[in-house]
């Protein structure tokens, strides 16, 4: 029995440590310096009524704590070293800014090199960030140490393992080389170990391994053996291709194999194909918005020195006592709302947003340039007039084809059949053959016979088990007829709703180009009843209202027949969008490929390039400029 120490002491110790204890918990919970602010006004008297653990001093010490403005950095510290940009320029300075005449090949160069985070128009890198697309994103699914390509090899690597143990006192020889990992010697012993195995792509576990040490009662000195072991899957589990679906840790539900990785990959592809083919459309989209805005502007300009001229001529016959003033008057009103015309025609109104400045931010931001500087972009036209006809059963099965949202279901299809094959697999028993192998590789007439037998001997059989009611293995299967039925339910519908689509791009398509020619010709006519008006007018011989009258037709005119050129050439990128074939139209593909980017580029001029590919065309061609045959009714 040992000797109990006095009470005495005990409570001493016992005292000890609890002092210890708190001086440890004490230092230990206390927060570090705070360090504190530049010319932060903190009295003494309260610093050292802090010390107090009352409430009012609490409060009295976060009360002389001032925040003042000289902490804080000056704006001028703030933008020292940073590129400010210029001021945005107001209306008054339009004809300041120099222009930055920008072809659409050029705009959409500029886009695709700028784009590592792919943009839109509707700026959902603000709103949804998680949503936007990169061309980072390939990489990062594939980098994904549990989602990525290399984390379902890596369930195929050769695995090594080894140590070195000492035994202090005891010999378990039964459990010294029971099954461990490799199945081969490795449960710690006197010894040194030391294997490798793997899993095999056909599912078969190997692994060979060895052992040797050092024991005088049971070898009689130095000891070693080697062995290895196989284990082959039959039924659930077996094959090169259930393990390349879903891996050979699979479970039901749950497949990770390389060909599931590779298709989500495949789909990460697409999506950033996606996104850059809306981005190019887009980009091309408010280019050509842009150069409406242009027309738009140089139409409201010609309306105000049409407007300056009226006014000035009924100020002369004012002044002769020819014209009464409030016929001065409706001029002058005439000229200043052309004036406010120009003056929104560059800014932009707020519901349309259609001035020359909101339609070139936008195109500045699609393109990552700064929000302003000393330069305006300025479109390079000429846009599309030529007549543009699309075979229908042509386009219907490119867009079958071609559409990226019907590739990316067709790839989740895929995935969902290969899950399909997988589950079935695991309906199956675990049936698996089974062998093992060791052997002594020194002498054995210097070991004991238990420690000789347990190194030793060789083993071949069989094994079966699976759940009685296999309810889980089931209910996986149904679950994956499920989600193949629905993945090509969806693929059925894309497929009738991108046929609608594509049949929408073709009404619009005609509406736009029977639109353009009308227009052309209302704007010819306008022209000549403005001018005819105008030299009346100046002769005496009509009044100015109808001089005003025939601006207001003109400009009017002048501006629908632009917006139905563009809206002509909107048509035909949308009906390229719902082909499939705006990114090879518009000739961007796939750029020199990085580790870690998926790069696109522009590796053709773009058609809107090659205006002469339509005009050497031998087909009947009509463009806008084109007068229509007269009509056979003669006008009342």
């Known amino acids: 029995m040992h000797a109990q120490p006095p009470p005495q002491l005990t409570r001493c110790a016992a005292a000890l440590t609890l002092i210890t204890l708190a001086i440890a918990w004490v230092s230990g919970c206390r927060s570090p310096p705070v360090r504190p602010f530049a010319n932060a006004g903190l009295d003494k008297k309260a610093v050292a009524d802090a010390d107090s653990p009352t409430k ?125 990992q490799f199945g081969v010697f490795a449960q ?46 039959l039924m659930r589990g077996a094959g090169t291709q259930f393990n390349q679906i879903a891996g050979p840790m699979a479970k039901p539900g749950m497949y990770r194999g390389v060909l599931i990785s590779q298709l989500e990959h495949n789909q990460t592809r697409l999506e950033v194909e996606q996104s850059v083919s809306e981005l190019v459309r887009d980009v091309a989209i408010v280019y050509w918005e842009l150069f409406f805005a242009y027309q738009n502007l140089e139409a409201k300009q010609t309306a105000l020195d049409n407007a300056r001229q009226a006014w000035e001529r009924e100020q002369q016959r004012v002044a002769q006592n020819v014209s009464p003033a409030d016929v001065e008057a409706l001029a002058r009103q005439q000229y200043y709302s052309a004036e406010a015309g120009v003056r929104n025609a560059i800014c932009g109104t707020t519901p349309g947003q259609t001035g020359v400045y909101n339609v070139e931010l936008k195109l500045r931001t699609l393109l990552a340039l700064p929000t302003t500087d000393d330069r305006l972009i300025h479109p390079v036209g000429p846009p599309l007039e030529a007549s543009l006809r699309f075979d229908w059963q042509e386009s219907d099965a490119l867009a079958q084809t071609n559409r990226i949202e019907l590739r990316k279901q067709q790839s989740e299809i895929n995935k969902r059949v290969l899950e399909l094959k997988a589950a079935r697999n695991l309906q199956r028993p675990q049936v698996d053959l089974i062998g093992k192998y060791r052997r002594l590789a020194d002498d054995p007439s210097t070991d004991t016979a238990l420690f000789s037998e347990a190194l030793q001997g060789w083993q071949v059989g069989i094994e079966y088990s699976r759940p009685v009611l296999n309810r889980r293995e089931n209910a996986a299967v149904h679950s994956a007829h499920l989600q193949l039925s629905r993945a090509r339910a969806i693929a059925e519908e894309q497929r009738r709703h991108i046929t609608s689509e594509l049949r929408a791009a073709f009404i619009e398509l005609d509406r736009a180009y029977g639109a353009m020619n009308s227009m052309a010709q209302s704007r010819d006519a306008s022209q000549i009843r403005l001018n005819a008006q105008s030299e009346r007018h100046a002769a005496g011989d009509v009044h100015v209202e109808e001089v005003l009258e025939a601006q207001v037709r003109a400009t009017q005119a002048e501006t629908q027949f632009q917006r139905s050129l563009v809206d002509y050439n909107l048509a035909f990128i949308k009906v390229h969008h719902a082909r499939g074939t705006l990114l090879s139209v518009m000739g961007v593909g796939f750029g020199e490929p990085t580790i870690n980017e998926c790069r696109f580029a522009l590796n053709s001029p773009s058609v809107f390039a090659r205006p002469e590919d339509f005009k050497n065309d031998n087909s009947e061609l009509r463009t806008a400029t084109t007068p229509l045959p007269e009509s056979s009714i003669t006008p009342r």
């Open 56 to 180: 009012a001093a609490s409060e009295s010490l976060l009360q002389t704590v001032s925040f003042a403005e000289s902490v804080l950095p000056s704006q001028a510290d703030f933008f020292a070293g940073s590129v400010v940009e210029r001021i945005p320029p107001s209306a008054d300075e339009f004809d300041q800014l120099t222009p930055w005449h920008l072809t659409l090949d050029e705009a959409v160069m500029l886009a695709l090199d700028n784009s590592q985070v792919i943009r839109d128009r509707g700026g959902r890198v603000l709103t949804f960030p998680d949503a936007v697309r990169t061309t980072l994103d390939p990489a990062v699914l594939r980098s994904d140490p549990n989602l990525g390509i290399d984390a379902s090899l890596s369930a195929f690597d050769t695995q090594f393992e080894t140590g070195l143990v000492y035994n202090g006192g005891g010999s378990s020889v039964n459990s010294a080389f029971s099954s461990g």
């Open 188 to 233: 710690p012993e006197t010894l040194a170990k030391m294997g490798v195995g793997r899993i095999l792509r056909s599912g078969t576990k190997v692994s060979v391994g060895g052992v040797g040490g050092y024991d005088e009662d049971l070898a009689g000195g130095f000891y070693a053996a080697y062995g290895a072991e196989a284990r082959h899957p």
